[in-house]
């Protein structure tokens, strides 16, 4: 199988209210590309939530390159998790992780 | 230098909270829906607060009294998308800056013709994106319709687009990264997304501080030196 190129963003979760987990966060992006996208390209996008500071909401996921923009665009649509209201702010993209500095 | 032209605040008690979110995402001006003492005033927080008005007449005549009363004392003019005889009116009035298509007016569409007018006079298409973020499913497939075909129509006829959050709450505001990808979104391609977000609202801006400056006659002429005033022999 042809090994698919990866990209990682930096990003930041602003919120107001209580802290959103990994895991509710996880799964309003892939509930967000879902809807957008459809289950094709929510299976081809390989989202994976590398690491996530809950209390801070910085974090960085990694995604296949193509599907970059349809995964940032899911996020930045994500209006509320569970109660609270938040806004996903893209930071920097980068090919490997050492590359977010 | 990006600036969101259009955030809803309720109430002027409001503004620090919308002052601190901007801060926080990078936006160096905002247009508030409150009405300022200038057309511009700078904010204890380092944030440009730009004087915004929304014209609300249904007729020409009224639109044009209304305009005549503003244009002056606001920074951004704004006509929101409405029947095709007001909207090529305000199209082709060079004092309206912005044709707006947010929550209030979904349904509206944008006329080739309409696009072509606002061309020619710099008018530029605001699409306030408040109104996919609020919806979800078939609803905001309908939002989703009218503004690509909105954005479409304003591209194909090389009339400018602006995009603003339109938010009546700080969280609904978005960073002007975050902005550039609701424009693809929007079916716009990266260079015009991030002209949209980056550019347009900042050279709308300075064309108009221009415009409102005293040294301002008409277009192209500007007084460059004032001369000692002396009485004649």
């Known amino acids: ?101 | 230098m990006p600036i969101d032209l259009n955030v809803r605040i309720l109430g002027s008690e409001r503004l620090g909270e919308f002052e601190d979110m901007a801060g926080r995402l990078g936006i160096t001006g905002i247009a508030p829906s409150i009405e300022l003492d200038k057309p511009v005033v700078m904010s204890g927080k380092g944030l440009a607060l730009y004087f915004r008005a929304d014209l609300k007449g249904k007729r020409i005549h009224s639109l044009r009294k209304e305009l005549g009363l503003l244009r002056r004392r606001a920074m951004i003019v704004a006509f929101p998308l409405a029947g095709v005889e007001t909207s090529n009116w305000a199209a082709e009035d060079r004092r309206v800056d912005l044709l707006t298509l947010g929550s209030d007016n979904i349904g509206r569409t944008l006329k080739d013709s309409t696009a072509h007018m606002a061309k020619h006079s710099e008018t530029a298409l605001e699409i306030q994106f408040a109104a996919i973020l609020q919806s979800t499913g078939l609803n905001r497939s309908r939002v989703f319709k009218g503004f690509r075909e909105a954005a479409r129509t304003a591209l194909d006829a090389d009339m400018k687009i602006v995009l603003s959050s339109g938010a009546s709450h700080p969280i609904n505001m978005r960073s002007p990264m975050a902005m550039t990808y609701i424009g693809l979104m929007l079916g716009m391609n990266r260079v015009d997304s991030r002209e949209a977000v980056f550019n347009t609202p900042q050279q709308i801006i300075e064309h108009n501080e221009r415009k409102l400056s005293s040294e301002f006659v008409g277009p192209g002429v500007e007084i460059v030196k004032r001369g000692d005033k002396r009485e004649k022999d």
Not at chain 1, 24 to 45: K, M, P, R, V
Not at chain 1, 72 to 83: E, F, L, T
Not at chain 1, 95 to 101: A, D, H, Q, S, V
């Open chain 1, 1 to 101: 199988m042809k090994k698919t190129r990866k990209r990682y963003l930096q990003f930041t979760l602003h919120r107001n209210g209580a802290e959103i987990t990994e895991k509710q966060f996880s799964n309003a992006i892939w509930s967000s590309l879902l809807s957008l996208y459809g289950e094709i390209c929510t299976a081809d996008s390989k989202f994976y939530l590398n690491s996530y500071d809950a209390k801070k909401g910085t974090g960085i996921f990694q995604c296949n390159a193509a599907a970059l923009e349809k995964v940032i665009a899911s996020a930045v649509m994500i209006n509320s998790i569970g109660n609270i209201r938040v806004s996903f702010e893209p930071k920097k993209v980068s090919g490997t992780i050492k590359g977010l500095g």
